[in-house]
Nanobody
């Protein structure tokens, strides 16, 4: 599986961005798909996840502002980010995590659950 993100950039506080991830190489319908983010010197952590059964979960810090969605027919994953804050500044990664027939919801996957990573896309929110 290859995952390729796009859509990052520089935005002012309160603005919006939409991240996209295109998967190739194999089917990923059985995987949970998630967006992680990482700030230099800190651990990579999940912010949103959509399981293979459609269940969705969010980190508390982004709930109500971010929306994750997947389109299995187009092999794509999106993250709509609204009301962005300076603390959302990070490198965002698309990830495929094997839940082995279950789901991570209502929780989120840990980085050790991830089988495949994208290269990441930088999001910078200026205050």
């Amino acid at each position: 599986v290859q995952l390729q993100e796009s859509g990052g950039g520089l935005v002012q506080s309160g603005g919006s961005l939409r991240l996209a991830c295109v998967a190739s190489g194999r089917t990923y319908t059985e995987y949970s798909l998630a967006w992680f983010r990482q700030v230099a010197g800190k651990e990579r952590e999940a912010v949103a996840c959509v399981d293979s059964d459609g269940s969705i979960s969010y980190a508390g810090s982004v709930k109500g502002r971010f929306t994750i969605s997947r389109d299995n027919a187009k092999n794509t994953l999106h993250l709509q980010m609204n009301s962005l804050k300076s603390e959302d500044t990070a490198r965002y990664y698309c990830a495929a995590a094997g839940a082995y027939g279950g789901s991570f919801s209502p929780g989120l996957p840990h980085r050790t659950h991830v089988d495949y990573w994208g290269q990441g896309t930088q999001v910078t929110v200026s205050s």
